[in-house]
């Protein structure tokens, strides 16, 4: 057991990397190293919280499982004083029950791959009241700046056969600024650049390609991969995968599918992630 700014962790590792887990709070995921390097691709903002006081939520960095839609009340819930940990094949799940506006369930299975540099998150929502709930999975993966940029691939192929029928979006929040510097759009992808800003940009796609990653400037790539259910299944405008920037982190999050949940109904939503040497064009991730 390690310890993460005073928080107790758990370690999961095989010969290309390794994983850090809270053991008492989250679920959250907060460091991710390759092997033999001592760099953790993760951010690390301990120190960061929002909210209300006296109910603030800890961002801590790394991986965390929200639902979506947000909304304040419901998705951004401190999550800081306990979480469950348990023991499966080649991994953990992290479970949290939360009973405030509503009562649900987060569940994080992750499973090792034992001899590849892979892992399977299965992001999962109960709930756990006796009234109809209407959620999404929403995956959120805070990835560290310093050179890193994040690529959303857009679709390509045509719909119904058709050039007459588009088949990309582009999916903007209210303070997006399109002239934003640290956004790039081509006809294949955008990305976003992984600098510090005092303006946050967020952007997202609805995309049928299955996959979103990060690039560092030390080599690395994190590629997560996704199952895409029809448009119609996602909020947010059907962006299955969104990047968010600010000051201290980049995020690349994907959304499961949205449904709305009978008393003790779940819906899950899997990422699987893959950490590569290299670059994206290197790697023909484009």
């Known amino acids: 057991m390690t310890d993460y700014y005073g928080y107790a962790t758990l370690t999961l590792k095989n010969d290309f990397l390794s994983l850090d887990v809270l053991k008492d709070a989250g679920p959250r995921i907060v460091r991710l190293v390759p092997a033999g390097s001592g760099l953790n691709l993760l951010a690390e903002v301990p120190d960061m919280t929002w909210g209300i006081p006296g109910n603030l939520f800890h961002a801590f ?18 999550d800081h004083t306990s979480c469950t940990v348990e023991s499966i094949a080649n991994g953990l799940r992290l479970t949290r029950e939360d009973h405030y506006a509503v009562s649900y369930r987060r569940e994080i299975e992750i499973v090792l791959a034992p001899n590849a540099p892979k892992l399977t998150l299965t992001h999962r929502i109960t709930n756990l009241g006796s009234e109809v709930f209407r959620a999404a ?3 959120i993966t805070m990835f560290k700046l310093g050179g890193s940029k994040a690529r959303l691939p857009m679709s390509i192929e045509m719909i119904n056969g058709s050039p007459l029928t588009p088949n990309r979006s582009l999916v903007l929040w209210p303070y997006t600024d399109l002239k934003d510097e640290r956004l790039f759009v081509s006809g294949k992808y955008i990305e976003v650049k992984g600098e510090a800003a005092d303006d946050a940009l967020k952007v997202g796609i609805y995309s049928t390609r299955g996959w979103a990653g990060i690039e560092f400037a030390e080599g690395w790539v994190v590629v997560k991969r996704v199952t895409v259910e029809p448009a119609a299944s996602y909020t947010d405008m059907a962006a299955n995968i969104q990047c968010y920037v600010r000051h201290r982190f980049i995020e690349v999050e994907t959304l499961g599918e949205l449904k709305d949940l009978q008393p003790g109904e779940s819906v899950s939503h899997v990422e699987e992630w893959e950490l590569l040497k290299g670059s994206f064009d290197s790697l023909g991730l484009v």
């Open 137 to 139: 999975p929403w995956a």
């Open 61 to 78: 960095g790394g991986h965390r499982l929200w639902c979506a839609p947000e909304v304040e009340e419901i998705t951004c819930l401190p």
